[in-house]
């Protein structure tokens, strides 16, 4: 006998009746059942090479397998027949339910039958879709372990669920109108239940009103996008002014009628994954949609209830936004009724054990990118080799934690800006408490972000000063570059470093960094940089960069320039007065603050309303650029590359401001600034081209440099690798040289991704 454990996506994925039926068809005796963490046991009599070869080539869809351990099966098994037994055992490594999935084509078929018993039902799914994460409590992923446990199976649901031969056999979330959670809609009190509620929302939806759907992982905010005063009206209720809303579609003729689509794009959102994906505009719908941009977020039904709510709609696009006010987390229960932010709210009595926003995914040249990882990519795991138990909390931005543990990275779902004092409160705090529970963690250590200030650097030092365990710092911009190492499984690189704003070891802010790490030698080298841009008030100039603008134009002696400071609400007299006696001025060497400043000079924005924006809509613009154009203006400014000797060799990325001196490349910005705003002929696309390039050609230069020096690859990894200009600039150059280059494809590049490249450090412990 023959025992097989199993590790990878197995649970709740029609993974034991595979089992089972492939057993029976082979004729052997034995069992499969889950074990304590999720892994699948079995045990089999004979044939265990053919078994092994068939488990993996016959997957069901959403099955993984990552690892398959054979071992002997030494106690007696007397039975003639295979079972599925009940789950249980000894605890060994650790193995996750899979992702929440899209509605299958089998149940949203059933769903449209009216001789099925399921017509019209917004719960319908089977072992092969629906909720998995959103609804786990602890493991392993069985019903009663799940908060499908409040709704005891019907007769009907039972048979199909006891059925080895059925569908649903062990299906943990098979439900039907009869035993299942069921919809409402609910004003000042409830006024519709069941199809009815779902198609009065629809009739309200229709009218211009602006309803609040409680779905997988939390509330959306739906309406009309075809209506500008309803966009508008719902801006003002979430207080977003500018922030591009996302856009779900009724099929892919709607989707292609508003964005264009090529085949991997398709492919990716018509996946189980179901994200928004940024996708370029036709310009088709209302500006209010996404004011300045390019771009539009667009995903399809990924639910029961969206494809039934589309068919009785007049509407075949609507808004569907994540419920929360800025900077807060998305409401998952009824507490929503408060806040005024819908004038009906269609909700359900099935409760949301994990919150988990849409992901977003954006194609950078050929390239898939995400941008926030959450439903339908979360759990899974990047292995690394070490044996160390941990968990990162990651940046304020952004965020999310990871867990390591048996080798493997855990990255959580997306959690938001920790900097809010309920998302740092009701989803973070709580986030990673249920993380250690639900994988039985017990960290001896923990990673975090260097920056002092930050609600998640305070969060760990209290945790390990309680908890009498090690706390590690780990620079930002060394996280990002370590992020993409993870996934690539790499030990040496240059690594491009591109965002807004990371704590550097200098004390200043980072933002736009050429790093070398080696993880064999322990060397960890800034080896350029951007000029560090003057910040008058810190971050009140993030939050208005013609601040930025006004400081570099001072500093570089071009007040001449004339410029409407008037208009951006800039005081000059009071930032000279700042500049020259040093009084609260941040220094930043930072792309974004790059970014951000080309796009006041330009007119094209003058305060912030959301992370991004400036750097956002400059893309937008520049992407239209006329090449030719663009490429002659910038004869008159080739790339100034200066060096400096500063502190900037280190033995680890948490060497805690410990380093040596060493010759630091610096990109000078100043002079392209300056011309560009003297510019009055070339066209305002052609210099926001130019000025994006001017970045993308000072960056490529350092970088290739220093990789061809040390025969490294080129890796990049913030923010600022999701610009379609700039990302595709510098691979294209880099593989001119014969460089490799490669960007964060599994995790964000963005700070989401952070606490993935905090927890890779641990191979330096």
């Not at 488990?55 to 030494?74: D, R, T, W, Y």
């Not at 009724?337 to 992901?359: E, G, P, V």
Request: glycine fraction near 6%; aromatic fraction near 10%; include cysteine.
């Amino acid at each position: 006998m023959y025992k097989i454990t199993v590790r990878g996506i197995v649970q709740g994925v029609g993974f034991r009746p595979f089992v089972y039926r492939l057993a029976k068809s082979m004729g052997l005796r034995g069992y499969v059942k889950n074990t304590g963490t999720g892994c699948v046991e079995i045990v089999i009599d004979k044939n265990v090479d053919e078994f092994i070869k068939r488990l993996k080539n016959e997957l069901p869809p959403i099955a993984e397998i990552s690892e398959v351990v054979v071992e002997p099966f030494n106690e007696q098994f007397k039975d003639e027949d295979f079972y599925i037994l009940r789950s249980g055992g000894k605890r060994g490594k650790l193995s996750l339910p899979p992702p929440d999935i899209a509605v299958c084509d089998e149940c949203l078929k059933e769903v449209f039958d009216y001789k099925n018993r399921r017509y019209l039902y917004p719960f319908t799914s089977c072992t092969n879709c629906g909720p998995r994460f959103s609804v786990a409590l602890k493991l392993p992923y069985d019903r009663e372990n799940t908060s499908f446990c409040e709704f005891p199976m019907c007769e009907d649901c039972l048979k199909e669920y006891k059925s080895v031969e059925d569908r649903r056999y062990y299906a943990q979330t098979v439900a039907c109108p009869k035993c299942g959670p069921n919809y409402k809609l609910v004003k000042d009190k409830i006024i519709a239940e069941k199809l009815d509620a779902i198609k009065l929302a629809a009739k309200f939806i229709d009218k211009g009103k602006i309803v609040a759907i409680k779905g997988i992982g939390g509330y959306h905010i739906a309406c009309k996008a075809e209506d500008e005063n309803v966009v508008l009206n719902l801006r003002e209720r979430l207080s977003r002014p500018q922030q591009p809303f996302a856009v779900m579609v009724k099929d892919l003729n709607v989707l292609e009628r508003i964005a264009y689509l090529n085949v991997e794009e398709k492919k990716a959102l018509e996946s189980y994954i179901r994200p928004i994906l940024v996708l370029k505009s036709k310009n088709k719908l209302v500006p209010a949609l996404a004011p300045m941009l390019n771009t539009v977020g667009v995903m399809l039904p990924y639910t029961p209830l969206h494809n039934i709510l589309f068919s009785f709609l007049d509407s075949d696009v609507l808004v569907m936004t994540s419920a929360n006010l800025p900077g807060e987390p998305m409401f998952i229960d009824e507490n929503i009724f408060d806040s005024n932010l819908a004038d009906y709210y269609l909700t359900h009595n099935l409760k949301i054990a994990n919150r988990i926003d849409d992901s977003v995914i954006k194609f950078v040249g050929k390239r898939r990118m995400i941008i926030r990882k959450s439903r339908g990519l979360v759990p899974d795991k990047i292995k690394i080799d070490t044996n160390i138990e941990a968990v990162s909390v990651g940046a304020e931005l952004y965020n999310s934690l990871s867990i390591l543990k048996d080798g493997c990275i855990i990255q959580s779902q997306y959690i938001g800006n920790t900097s809010n004092f309920k998302t740092y409160k009701d989803f973070f705090s709580k986030a990673f408490r249920f993380w250690l529970e639900f994988t039985k963690l017990k960290p001896n250590v923990v990673f975090c972000d260097l920056h002092p200030l930050y609600n998640t650097t305070k969060f760990a030092e209290n945790y390990c000063k309680e908890n009498e365990i090690k706390l590690v710092k780990v620079q930002h911009h060394f996280s990002h570059a370590m992020s993409v190492m993870a996934e690539k499984n790499l030990n040496r690189a240059v690594a491009i470093a591109v965002d807004g704003a990371g704590y550097g070891f200098d004390g200043n802010i980072w933002g736009c960094e050429i790093l070398y790490l080696d993880f064999d030698e322990k060397v960890f080298e800034r080896i350029g940089r951007m000029e560090y841009l003057p910040l008058p008030g810190g971050d009140n100039a993030t939050n208005n960069p013609g601040r930025i603008l006004y400081a570099i134009l001072h500093e570089k002696n071009e007040l001449n320039v004339k410029f409407d400071w008037e208009k951006m609400n800039i005081k000059p007299e009071l930032i000279s007065f700042q500049l020259e006696k040093n009084l609260n001025i941040a220094r930043a060497s930072s792309a974004g603050r790059y970014l951000d400043v080309c796009s006041v000079l330009l007119g094209i924005y003058s305060k912030r309303t959301y992370e991004g924006e400036g750097a956002m809509k400059l893309e937008a613009f520049a992407v239209n650029g006329n090449l030719n154009e663009a490429e002659k203006w910038l004869k008159d400014y080739p790339v100034n590359i200066t060096s400096n000797i500063e502190v900037a060799r280190y033995t680890s990325p948490f060497d805690d401001f410990k380093g040596k001196k060493k010759k630091v490349k610096i990109i000078n910005i100043g002079d392209v600034l300056v011309g560009a705003i003297k510019e009055n002929n070339l066209d305002k696309k052609d210099l926001a081209l130019a000025l994006t390039l001017y970045l993308s050609k000072s960056i490529s230069e350092l970088a290739i440099e220093e990789a061809i020096k040390k025969d490294a690859c080129i890796i990049m990894s913030g923010g600022v690798a999701y610009n379609t200009i700039i990302t595709p600039y510098i691979e294209n150059s880099a593989k001119k040289e014969n460089i490799k280059f490669y960007v964060n494809e599994i995790t964000a590049a963005g700070d989401n991704g952070i606490s993935v490249g905090q927890l890779y450090s641990s191979l330096l412990l």
